[in-house]
């Protein structure tokens, strides 16, 4: 992060952040950043692999995978593990923070937002003498469909398609 206001401009974030590191912006560059902000939740480097082959973009996976590398330290996208094996990303810049309910169960994916944990936090930091950076809080639960009535619909459906990661997903 540099001392000046930040732009929010993905696209000129992304320059600046290219340049620091002696990177070029490639129209492939740009083509991808637009393309990898039109996913609306969380996504995979498969996913966005996906979403670029049908925009007609020929790019490898392993070119998908380095590009949302630098994207996350950009602090335009950011990486969640929501242990199931695969990096989940989504938006970072221009949304409000929030954090995540992952249901271990059927993979179900809650978005919260809680300004007394937040409090809480920046009390914690305080009291530690420590400055935030970031934090991503992810809590691994069970949504209580299997608990309470034995079946979980995601769950099944998660099943059935379970060519890994392919299932639909909040
Ligand atoms: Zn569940
Ligand atoms: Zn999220």
């Known amino acids: 992060m540099s001392a000046q206001p930040a732009p929010e ?3 000129d974030v992304f320059e600046a952040f290219l340049k620091r590191k002696g990177l070029k912006m490639t129209e492939q560059r740009r083509t991808m950043v637009a393309t990898v902000l039109e ?12 979403r670029l082959r049908s925009a007609g973009e020929p790019v490898s996976l392993a070119t998908v995978y380095r590009a949302l590398g630098l994207l996350e330290e950009a602090g335009i996208l950011e990486g969640h593990d929501f ?4 990096r989940r990303y989504e938006r970072a810049l221009t949304r409000e923070h929030h954090d995540h309910l992952i249901c271990l169960d059927c993979r179900a994916v809650v978005e919260f937002q809680n300004p007394a944990i937040e409090e809480l936090q920046d009390k914690v930091l305080k009291d530690h003498g420590f400055t935030m950076v970031h934090h991503a809080l992810t809590i691994f639960a069970s949504c209580g469909a299997l608990r309470q009535t034995g079946t979980c619909a995601r769950r099944d459906a998660e099943r059935r398609t379970s060519g890994r990661g392919t299932a639909k997903r909040p």
């Open 39 to 50: 996913h609306d939740g969380h996504f995979t480097a498969v996913d966005a692999h996906e």
């Open 9 to 11: 401009d993905p696209l």
């Open 83 to 86: 242990a199931d094996g695969q």
